[in-house]
């Protein structure tokens, strides 16, 4: 555990105090076995699903393994053709999956619940369900560029705009909550270790 | 200099007193813990609600898509979680798409003892890491053998008992996502099979996840730390969660403070007519 807290404390020495030979071992320290637990665990998942099957008989695995080997072949310039079938599979495989699967969630299911008017409601679901309505409405129209926005479109341009940087603000709001959570655990495991509070 | 403003002071500070006041302002309520009330939001309450009418015998897929950057986000939602479920007499199956999901499952059967009291391979299975996103819930809803021919550990998938009543998407009562990756089980599972969706997200995710809460694509939604202590409240089991929240408020607190503080010159340079 110390050696953790040690290297917390290294991380964060840099924005606390200053860069140094501490926050550089630990920055290159996580680099590296960030990048080592990726591939053992990828070539361990590889060998799981594809190899040892294949080890068992089951032939069909060759293919997978073939296309996913034939994704290296994009760094010898001179067999980079081969990578394209490999990446043409990849594409066109999760294109169909996703497309399949998009359309109820994140279309049709999306407008109902938008143009549906709320049921047995509050006062503040209706006010939800107009503030939703009128925002997509006006969101939509302020990236609508194939018309000049005046006229009936600049009011409702505008007020898109707003609806779009009050999203943003939102959104950046909750990354700066993620953010501090994340210190907020990386805090407590040095109290823990230093035992100022239990584990 | 002796004509400086005091904004204009602050506005000179060094960045690293910023920086310190936060840390200290986090771990203060760690160490002394003030108690701050926590309300509970319908999205979570849905969410319990939905885990304690889960019935005894049924099984629940748990999808454990954090690392172990985002325990102290997701980590006791998914103990509560765990516990609920296991309270309701559910059988469980966890996976997780990322790479340190052992380590994960490892720290949960910390926090949750009466996962190892547990007959392994009938009430609860981990099978451990996947990657492929939508493709491999896609496959996962028809032949979950295909993705996870072993578990974890190396036992073969026909071996678990458990594996046997749930290799497709319409044996499981539910799917509970953590972290992230929601979309895939909402389009692969939720979508065209009909499998109820639900889960903790964290902070960033908020304001992506209404939408499907909004359309009842997701049935119940805890996010971030507020959502794992809400949980906590309502299990009536206060741990890490809430005391985190503590911290968290009083951070938010000296943010809007901070904020306040930069906007006045802009304001009072308005207010004098000035640019």
Same mark, same amino acid.
């Given at each position: 555990?110390?050696?953790?807290?040690?290297?917390?404390?290294?991380?964060?020495?840099?924005? %606390?105090?200053?860069?140094?030979?501490?926050?550089?071992?630990?920055?290159? /320290?996580?680099?590296?076995?960030?990048?080592? /637990?990726?591939?053992?665990?990828?070539?361990?998942?590889?060998?799981?699903?594809?190899?040892?099957?294949?080890?068992?008989?089951?032939?069909?695995?060759?293919?997978?393994?073939?296309?996913?080997?034939?994704?290296?072949?994009?760094?010898?310039?001179?067999?980079?053709?081969?990578?394209?079938?490999?990446?043409?599979?990849?594409?066109?495989?999760?294109?169909?999956?996703?497309?399949?699967?998009?359309?109820?969630?994140?279309?049709?299911?999306?407008?109902?619940?938008?143009?549906?008017?709320?049921?047995?409601?509050?006062?503040?679901?209706?006010?939800?369900? %107009?503030?939703?309505?009128?925002?997509?409405?006006?969101?939509?129209?302020?990236?609508?560029?194939?018309?000049?926005?005046?006229?009936?479109?600049?009011?409702?341009?505008? %007020?898109?705009?707003?609806?779009?940087? /009050?999203?943003?603000?939102?959104?950046?709001?909750?990354?700066?909550?993620?953010?501090?959570?994340?210190?907020?655990?990386?805090?407590?495991?040095?109290?823990?270790?230093?035992?100022?509070?239990?584990? | 200099?002796?004509?400086?403003?005091? $904004?204009?002071?602050?506005?000179?500070?060094?960045?690293?007193?910023?920086?310190?006041?936060?840390?200290?302002?986090?771990?203060?309520?760690?160490?002394?813990?003030?108690?701050?009330?926590?309300?509970?939001?319908?999205?979570?309450?849905?969410?319990?609600?939905?885990?304690?009418?889960?019935?005894?015998?049924?099984?629940?897929? =748990?999808?454990?898509?954090?690392?172990?950057?985002?325990?102290?986000?997701?980590?006791?939602?998914? *103990?509560?979680?765990?516990?609920?479920?296991?309270?309701?007499?559910?059988?469980?199956?966890? =996976?997780?798409?990322?790479?340190?999901?052992?380590?994960?499952?490892?720290?949960?059967?910390?926090?949750?003892?009466?996962?190892?009291?547990?007959?392994? @391979?009938?009430?609860?299975?981990?099978?451990?890491?996947?990657?492929? &996103?939508?493709?491999?819930?896609?496959?996962?809803? *028809?032949?979950?053998?295909?993705?996870?021919?072993?578990?974890?550990?190396?036992?073969? =998938?026909?071996?678990?008992?458990?594996?046997?009543?749930?290799?497709?998407?319409?044996?499981?009562?539910?799917?509970? $996502?953590?972290?992230?990756?929601?979309?895939?089980?909402? &389009? &692969?599972? @939720?979508?065209?099979?009909?499998?109820?969706?639900?889960?903790?997200?964290?902070?960033?995710?908020?304001?992506?996840?209404?939408?499907?809460?909004?359309? @009842?694509?997701? $049935? @119940?939604?805890?996010?971030?730390?507020?959502?794992?202590?809400?949980?906590?409240?309502?299990?009536?089991?206060?741990?890490?969660?809430?005391?985190?929240?503590?911290? =968290?408020?009083?951070?938010?607190?000296? $943010?809007?403070?901070?904020? *306040?503080?930069?906007?006045?010159?802009?304001?009072?340079?308005?207010?004098?007519?000035?640019?």
């Amino acid at each position: 555990m110390w050696v953790g807290a040690v290297l917390t404390v290294g991380i964060y020495s840099y924005m %606390l105090y200053k860069e140094n030979p501490l926050y550089r071992l630990a920055e290159h /320290i996580y680099i590296g076995i960030a990048f080592a /637990i990726t591939a053992v665990v990828s070539v361990q998942n590889t060998n799981r699903i594809a190899v040892t099957p294949l080890l068992n008989g089951q032939i069909v695995f060759i293919i997978p393994i073939i296309l996913g080997l034939g994704m290296y072949t994009v760094f010898v310039e001179e067999y980079r053709w081969i990578s394209r079938y490999s990446i043409a599979t990849l594409v066109g495989v999760s294109l169909g999956v996703v497309t399949s699967g998009t359309l109820i969630p994140n279309i049709i299911n999306q407008i109902t619940s938008t143009i549906a008017s709320p049921s047995g409601a509050t006062m503040m679901d209706w006010f939800n369900f %107009l503030y939703v309505g009128i925002g997509t409405i006006c969101a939509l129209s302020y990236f609508l560029f194939t018309r000049e926005h005046t006229g009936v479109l600049a009011p409702t341009a505008r %007020l898109g705009r707003l609806i779009v940087m /009050i999203a943003l603000g939102v959104m950046f709001g909750n990354t700066v909550l993620f953010r501090m959570s994340m210190l907020s655990g990386r805090i407590e495991y040095l109290l823990q270790v230093l035992r100022l509070i239990p584990m | 200099m002796a004509n400086q403003t005091i $904004f204009e002071r602050l506005d000179k500070l060094d960045r690293r007193i910023y920086y310190w006041l936060i840390v200290i302002v986090i771990a203060w309520p760690l160490v002394s813990p003030i108690g701050l009330p926590i309300t509970v939001k319908p999205s979570t309450r849905a969410l319990y609600d939905g885990l304690t009418a889960v019935q005894e015998g049924d099984v629940v897929l =748990i999808d454990i898509f954090m690392s172990v950057s985002t325990w102290a986000e997701c980590m006791g939602g998914l *103990v509560v979680e765990t516990n609920t479920l296991l309270d309701r007499g559910a059988r469980l199956v966890y =996976i997780g798409d990322s790479v340190d999901v052992s380590r994960s499952w490892d720290r949960l059967n910390e926090l949750v003892p009466r996962l190892g009291t547990l007959e392994y @391979g009938t009430d609860v299975v981990f099978l451990g890491y996947y990657t492929g &996103q939508d493709a491999a819930a896609s496959q996962m809803a *028809v032949d979950m053998s295909s993705i996870f021919p072993a578990d974890h550990f190396g036992t073969p =998938i026909e071996d678990l008992p458990l594996m046997r009543d749930a290799n497709s998407a319409t044996d499981y009562a539910m799917v509970l $996502f953590t972290a992230e990756g929601e979309v895939k089980w909402i &389009q &692969q599972w @939720g979508a065209p099979y009909g499998v109820p969706v639900a889960g903790m997200g964290i902070a960033m995710k908020g304001s992506a996840l209404a939408p499907y809460l909004a359309s @009842g694509d997701i $049935f @119940g939604l805890a996010v971030g730390v507020r959502g794992a202590a809400e949980l906590e409240k309502l299990a009536g089991m206060p741990a890490a969660a809430t005391t985190t929240m503590d911290a =968290i408020s009083s951070t938010h607190l000296l $943010f809007v403070i901070l904020i *306040v503080l930069a906007n006045l010159p802009i304001i009072f340079n308005k207010i004098k007519g000035g640019s």
